[in-house]
């Protein structure tokens, strides 16, 4: 099935009642193993690179400093891999960019076969934001690509996004966005947070998600809404890490029950990143926990000194850089590094296996549309 955009698939949320999980991929090996449990569950797939994961993909160990070249390499090592698990699936695919900073990173981004982007114009004023996402929707829909923007601020850190506090979104700016920007969909601000520490117990407003859904009925808008930062940081896996010397500190995600609500409400879009990165680190401690001689691999033994260096770090990129051959191309060179990939998939796979069950895109992959993005460019001029 050739990779899709991603209107079609939110008008099957909007339509079933159900919302898609979309997850953030660093790595080839994280693409495949997350192509491979959606098939198990027959539920379509958002694949997510965020921006500075394809400066990442693009060779940047150090990606905070990724420049626009190294997005564009990465965007296209993602896009092969997702093509080149993903276009013989069975399931309708995604491949989503994940807070597109500017227009430059956005344009990178569908030029390595990204088919749906995020402009996040979040931190502007209003009416700036609005300019901004309606350039980029121009652009976008004229490829066949669609948009989601980001309305209100949500609190904690999420590579370079970083704002102190929440300010939740106002719905009759939202419907208003919507109605001005043309986007297919919209990230809002209702409570969730980006990170692992997220606070305890934490209370979604999900009357702020039934007032947008509500009005944009009432306007003949389409649009569906996006939860952002929303891990649910399982505690069995952050004790896990704990108790493999990791010191992971305050970490709580929101609940799937809240969450649950939430698309009850109208949520049709779910990102998660953390839970990911959670499971993975853990399962790179317990490799070479139980494998000691595998700490002085020629190959894969820095990875282990890295681990033991940043023991309150859970983000895979802060590990693997000494296989980033392996990470932009998949290339398996020997046995020690085939283990470490195992890790990584087995990681994405438990993580995303309970959420595709739990958010209830289990079984709905044959109810998406497919249109081509050349089918897609028409539909927008409609
Ligand atoms: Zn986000």
Not at 67 to 89: C, Q, W
Not at 126 to 140: G, I, M, P, S
Not at 239 to 250: F, H, T
């Amino acid at each position: 099935m050739p990779i899709i955009p991603l209107r079609p698939l939110l008008e099957a949320t909007d339509k079933y009642n159900f919302a898609q999980g979309a997850f953030n991929v660093n790595a080839v090996s994280q693409v495949k193993a997350a192509i491979e449990v959606h098939e198990m569950f027959r539920s379509a797939a958002i694949l997510q690179g965020a921006d500075l994961a394809n400066g990442f993909m693009g060779g940047r160990g150090d990606f905070l400093k990724s420049s626009l070249e190294d997005k564009r390499i990465g965007a296209k090592n993602i896009g092969d891999a997702v093509r080149k698990f993903g276009e013989n699936s069975p399931i309708p695919i995604v491949l989503h960019l994940d807070h597109g900073r500017d227009f430059d990173s956005v344009k990178a981004a569908i030029d390595g076969g990204y088919t749906s982007v995020m402009i996040d114009g979040s931190s502007l004023p209003f009416d700036q934001n609005v300019e901004l996402t309606r350039e980029v929707v121009k652009y976008a829909h004229a490829r066949g690509v669609s948009v989601e923007g980001e309305l209100g601020v949500l609190a904690g850190v999420e590579d370079h996004v970083f704002a102190e506090s929440s300010t939740y979104t106002n719905p009759l700016s939202a419907v208003e966005f919507f109605r001005k920007t043309e986007v297919d969909c919209l990230a809002i601000s209702y409570g969730t947070m980006h990170g692992a520490v997220k606070g305890k117990d934490v209370k979604l407003r999900r009357e702020i998600v039934t007032a947008i859904k509500e009005c944009l009925k009432h306007e003949k808008i389409f649009g569906v809404l996006v939860s952002h930062g929303s891990s649910t940081v399982p505690k069995y896996i952050v004790d896990e890490i704990n108790n493999l010397g990791g010191e992971i500190k305050n970490a709580d995600g929101i609940s799937v029950n809240e969450l649950k609500q939430a698309i009850y409400c109208g949520i049709g879009k779910i990102n998660v990143d953390t839970d990911l990165r959670l499971a993975v680190t853990r399962n790179l401690k317990e490799f070479f926990k139980y494998n000691p001689t595998k700490r002085d691999s020629a190959s894969v033994g820095a990875i282990y000194q890295l681990l033991e260096e940043k023991k309150n770090q859970f983000d895979p990129r802060a590990f693997i850089t000494p296989i980033m051959d392996t990470v932009m191309y998949g290339n398996i060179p020997d046995d020690d590094v085939a283990a470490v990939v195992e890790c990584m998939e087995k990681g994405v796979k438990e993580v995303l296996g309970t959420l595709i069950v739990e958010f209830g895109s289990v079984g709905k992959a044959p109810l998406v549309e497919c249109p081509t993005l050349e089918e897609m460019i028409e539909r927008y001029k409609k």
